[in-house]
């Protein structure tokens, strides 16, 4: 996973300066199975001091999430013995700025048995404290009172209202969300839709319930889970973190669903 420092859209013509694993916001969903090896390079290709620290390993942290100066490399060597979606995130002081730049992610460990599904998603919730929209850096004051200017999923405010998910009528769907915080938690709804199954970090709260639901999955930062469901009909059922000021900063979407 290469680090750079790149400009990148985040809402309709606000550009930011962000630092990234390997180019995108969140940096690159990892997948495996419980017992996997996951062997990471880490380059910092950036112009100052960056790590990475893997949720889904558990270590001593001092080597493999020590920070590197610019030009320089590290091997991080993991084993992922339990099932989860876990968070990676830059472990750089200040933490916040770094993590607010783009420097998340996502490992999907799946618990062993899950059965398949038709449509399967990953959602990783992310904030925005927005510098100068031609190109500014993370506005610190903004992290430090508490205040983004977006809250996203996958990177990007409103993303998929640009482009809504497909899904079919029937199909069951599976939504994995990450909170990636920094700072924000997430009540994550489906407008319109019931969860008949609900896993969040390593226990299912319902397990293919057939009188039984759930209507949102709360996660604080640096937690994770998912939940399925299957749309009844036809039509357009928005998602949305239900801490509603998040969804107007940007933490909405939409499901389109086809028969
Ligand atoms: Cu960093």
Redesign the pocket.
């Known amino acids: 996973m290469t680090?750079t420092d790149k400009k990148v859209e985040v809402a309709p013509g606000v550009i930011q300066t962000l630092?990234l694993y390997n180019g995108t916001a969140p940096g690159p969903v990892l997948h495996g199975r419980v017992g996997d090896t996951f062997v990471v390079t880490l380059v910092n290709k950036?112009d100052?001091?960056?790590?990475i620290d893997f949720h889904a390993g558990s270590l001593a942290p001092d080597e493999p999430m020590r920070?590197i100066p610019p030009g320089e490399s590290l091997v991080y060597t993991f084993t992922a013995n339990r099932s989860g979606i876990w968070m990676y995130h830059?472990?750089?002081m200040p933490?916040t700025a770094?993590i607010a730049?783009g420097?998340y992610g996502a490992v999907v460990i799946e618990p062993a048995g899950l059965p398949a599904v038709d449509e399967s998603y990953v959602l990783v919730q992310g904030e925005y404290y927005l510098g100068a929209h031609d190109g500014g850096l993370v506005d610190t004051a903004k992290i430090a009172a508490g205040t983004p200017d977006l809250v996203v999923f996958n990177g990007y405010a409103n993303q998929y209202d640009h482009a809504p998910l497909p899904a079919k009528v029937g199909d069951r769907v599976r939504i994995w969300v990450l909170d990636a915080g920094l700072d924000r938690a997430t009540s994550f709804h489906v407008v319109g839709g019931q969860f008949n199954t609900v896993w969040a970090e390593g226990a299912y709260l319902l397990k293919r319930s057939g009188t039984s639901g759930s209507q949102a999955l709360a996660l604080a930062p640096a937690q994770g889970g998912f939940v399925e469901l299957t749309f009844p009909e036809a039509g357009h059922y928005p998602f949305v973190s239900h801490y509603m000021i998040d969804a107007e900063r940007g933490a909405h979407g939409v499901f389109d669903v086809t028969k």
């Open positions: 680090v630092w950036g100052m001091g960056h790590s920070t830059c472990s750089t933490m770094h730049s420097m």
